[in-house]
């Protein structure tokens, strides 16, 4: 047997055992790239098979390291991923064992806070440093990183009637709905505290 045609025969038994990898968990729709180290003997074997897959557009390169399934979109005719940016990366994060939440933005929509609506991917991240690049085409995750202790950080009402949020120079203030920010409508006017003097 010639080195191609041996070549050829160890990527082809990497690439079944990655997808049956994949049709064991159907439920799954984003993979980290050591999921499938078991699948060959050499990483280099591994990734061989999955950048045939990749060609095939059974996987779909989702960020460093991360890879989904992917589907034919017939409205571009290409390869795109099976679910948004949107849902992979946090299935990701989830795998990563990432503590998270979604980001102050998105809160204080879902609050009733803001009329903005967030059109951004972002995350808070709790407790542990992450720089892994993670989404696709356009849509990229973008970290929100919280530096904030709650036992050391005291929470007082924002300026407006608007929601608490943590003092100091350098926070930014959420105005409720209907009220427009001084600096235009939607927009986010960076807070300053200043000590407040009796009066003479």
Same mark, same amino acid.
């Given at each position: 047997?010639?080195?191609?045609? %041996?070549?050829?025969?160890?990527?082809?038994?990497?690439?079944?055992?990655?997808?049956?990898?994949?049709?064991?968990r159907p439920e799954e729709n984003a993979f980290l790239r050591s999921e499938f180290n078991g699948c060959g003997r050499t990483r280099s074997g591994v990734d061989k098979a999955l950048r045939v897959l990749v060609?095939?557009?059974?996987?779909?390169?989702?960020?460093? %390291?991360v890879l989904?399934?992917?589907?034919?979109?017939?409205f571009t005719g290409t390869i795109t991923p099976s679910i948004s940016a949107d849902v992979f990366a946090l299935e990701t994060l989830r795998k990563l064992d990432v503590p998270f939440e979604m980001d102050s933005a998105t809160q204080a929509y879902n609050r009733g806070d803001t009329t903005q609506i967030p059109t951004w991917l972002a995350v808070r991240v709790k407790g542990k440093r992450i720089q892994r690049k993670i989404g696709h085409n356009r849509r990229w995750l973008v970290y929100e990183k919280d530096w904030r202790d709650p036992r050391?950080?005291?929470?007082?009402?924002g300026a407006h009637g608007g929601a608490p949020h943590a003092g100091g120079e350098g926070s930014y203030q959420v105005y409720p709905k209907g009220q427009a920010?001084?600096? %235009?409508?939607?927009?986010?006017?960076?807070a300053k505290r200043f000590p407040e003097r009796s009066p003479a």
């Open positions: 047997m010639s080195f191609i045609t %041996g070549w050829f025969v160890r990527t082809s038994e990497i690439q079944q055992r990655i997808l049956d990898y994949l049709a064991s060609r095939q557009g059974v996987l779909v390169r989702g960020g460093y %390291g989904v399934r992917g589907r034919y979109n017939r050391k950080t005291p929470q007082t009402p920010s001084p600096g %235009g409508a939607g927009a986010f006017r960076k």
